[in-house]
Nanobody, 128 residues
Framework: EVQLVASGGGLVQAGGSLRLSCAASGFSFDDYGIGWFRQVPGKEREGVSCIKSSDGSTWYADSVKGRFTISSDNAKNTVYLQMNSLKPEDTAVYYC?????????????????????WGQGTQVTVSS
């Protein structure tokens, strides 16, 4: 059974930090990239970052470059998103998803269509 479990969300003040985790199971971790998306009610889902664990390739949305860092602990089948200098506009439900390595180029364009598996979201709220 494929599972992607996101955790680590919470309430922080602007300028604060959070680290999100995405624990993967039920599929070959090395064959997939893991992406983070966020969604606010009334808006389209937005790609935030992704990583291909097999070679460490990463992509970041312009809105989070320099503030967020994605990383992979392959031994734990877990991907992390370290979020620093948080802004109120970062408030959203954050989801993690898995994409086959062969489609990583599309994932690295911020597209959500290539992703095969999706997990439950974790709420991030940034207050001003």
């Amino acid at each position: 059974e494929v599972q992607l479990v996101a955790s680590g969300g919470g309430l922080v003040q602007a300028g604060g930090s959070l680290r999100l985790s995405c624990a993967a199971s039920g599929f070959s971790f090395d064959d997939y990239g893991i992406g983070w998306f966020r969604q606010v009610p009334g808006k389209e889902r937005e790609g935030v970052s992704c990583i291909k664990s097999s070679d460490g390739s990463t992509w970041y949305a312009d809105s989070v470059k320099g503030r967020f860092t994605i990383s992979s602990d392959n031994a734990k089948n877990t991907v992390y998103l370290q979020m620093n200098s948080l802004k109120p506009e970062d408030t959203a439900v954050y989801y993690c998803a898995a994409v086959l390595n062969e489609y990583f180029v599309l994932a690295a364009m911020g597209l959500d269509d290539p992703y095969h598996y999706w997990g439950q979201g974790t709420q991030v709220t940034v207050s001003s």
